[in-house]
């Protein structure tokens, strides 16, 4: 893809979930999890002026945790009382080390920080809405506020919480990108043989998402 040009008025960098409990060692490790944190800082050293980071944030018994549902195990779907929801192992416990946004991670230009999924009673993918699609998270008050008109996303997990959001800022009028190589995804099993990578980068496409790598963003 062709390259695109900051405008720091007015774009915006996401950071989706950097964070030790979804990487190499980490409680919910996504593959190659850390190779995020090097583009990254090259984004927030670069390009951009300000940024926005999102943490995932859960209670002890949250409803996402398979620990929380006895004779169910990580990974596994249930339905739960707004739709379908995947059992994770234990992650992202509010106060953890690993829950903190990576220690690699240069923070001057992150200018707020959401935290999410700290309901126990509902998990939250996206950086916009909890997963019962209605209780928001205030981030698109703040970035309208500001004069956002594009985001550029990236972190973990690719398929998971940087899809979820990406959609949502399509939805929500966003001119929305997803940074590749700055993003890693977890690829479980989904529908027809597929993953979840695939089936949600198609689905991202199919909604006018476009995806780039970090060295055509100058
Ligand atoms: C995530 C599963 C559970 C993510 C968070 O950051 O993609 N995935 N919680
Ligand atoms: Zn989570």
């Known amino acids: ?117 700290t309901y126990r009673h509902i998990d939250s993918y996206s950086a916009f809405f909890e997963n019962d699609r209605a209780t928001p998270t205030g981030l698109d008050g703040w970035l309208r506020s500001r004069g956002v008109r594009r985001l550029f996303l990236c972190g973990l997990a690719t398929d998971f919480c940087v899809a979820w959001s990406a959609e949502d800022a399509g939805s929500l009028g966003y001119e929305t990108y997803v940074v590749d190589d700055a993003s890693r995804g977890i690829g479980l099993p989904g529908p027809g043989n597929r993953t979840t990578l695939e089936l949600s980068r198609e689905r991202l496409i199919e909604r006018g998402v476009r995806f780039l790598s970090s060295a055509d963003v100058i």
Do not use: C
């Open 1 to 117: 893809m062709t390259r695109v040009t900051i405008d720091p008025a007015t774009d915006m960098l996401g950071l989706i979930d950097v964070q030790p409990t979804f990487m190499p060692g980490g409680e919910l490790a996504v593959p190659d999890g850390d190779a995020v944190v090097a583009p990254i800082n090259r984004l927030l050293a670069g390009p951009f002026q300000h940024a926005f980071a999102t943490q995932d944030w859960h209670p002890p018994g949250h409803i996402s945790f398979a620990s929380s549902h006895p004779g169910h195990a990580p990974f596994e779907d249930i339905t739960v009382a707004y739709g379908r929801q995947t059992l994770w192992p234990d992650h992202a416990m509010q106060e953890s080390a690993n829950a903190a946004i990576h220690p690699g991670i240069a923070q001057a230009r992150i200018a707020a920080i959401i935290r999410k999924g």
